[in-house]
């Protein structure tokens, strides 16, 4: 992966006087659904979590730069832990647009700001993401590769549900936990 280490930032929180934020508040509808992929070695979740906020730069992939371009302050963000762990362990925000990458020699790269909010009770590996009908069609699954994935809102919610149970399940057609048997948790 050719994502840099995110830097972490201090700027100023969102506030109730932000015109984009209200906005979303008032139309959550609006409001889009993403998945980052990070390498632990490069930014764990644990760091992400004490630094609060972080620039996501350093992306260098065309399709990753363009989904970068879609995120607005106050989208959802599901951070996902590629490497061996493969799973997705925490939520976090869009709190800046994107804007030029400072890490960037040439023109045209972005970067956004995002906070943690919160880890999930579980990791949601990879394995049940796959194992998830709903989450079949997932770019995840699809294009592994990709650092910056748009999820609907369906898809995010799907998986924050997964990582709010305690112990994993088997799926329904429909993609909900059952909890009747255990799924591998391997890769």
Do not use: C
Not at 85 to 102: E, H, L
Not at 151 to 178: D, H, K, N, W, Y
Request: zero cysteines.
């Amino acid at each position: 992966m050719n994502v840099q280490r995110p830097r972490a930032t201090q700027s100023a929180p969102l506030t109730r006087a932000s015109g984009a934020w209200e906005q979303r508040l008032a139309n959550p509808m609006s409001a889009r659904h993403w998945l980052v992929k990070q390498e632990p070695e490069s930014y764990p979740w644990d760091a992400f979590v004490r630094d609060g906020r972080t620039a996501w730069e350093g992306v260098r992939n065309y399709q990753a730069r363009n989904n970068l371009k879609g995120m607005k302050p106050g989208d959802s963000v599901l951070f996902y832990s590629s490497g061996d762990a493969k799973s997705v362990i925490g939520i976090a925000s869009v709190t800046r647009a994107a804007y030029p990458d400072p890490t960037a020699e040439e023109p045209g790269w972005v970067a956004v700001e995002l906070e943690a909010l919160r880890g999930l009770k579980r990791p949601v590996t990879l394995a049940l993401i796959r194992a998830a009908p709903a989450l079949a069609n997932i770019l995840l699954v699809r294009n592994s590769r990709l650092s910056v994935i748009p999820l609907t809102r369906e898809e995010f919610a799907q998986i924050v549900r997964m990582g709010s149970r305690r112990e994993p399940g088997t799926f329904s057609s429909r993609g909900t936990a059952t909890g009747s048997s255990r799924i591998s948790r391997s890769g």
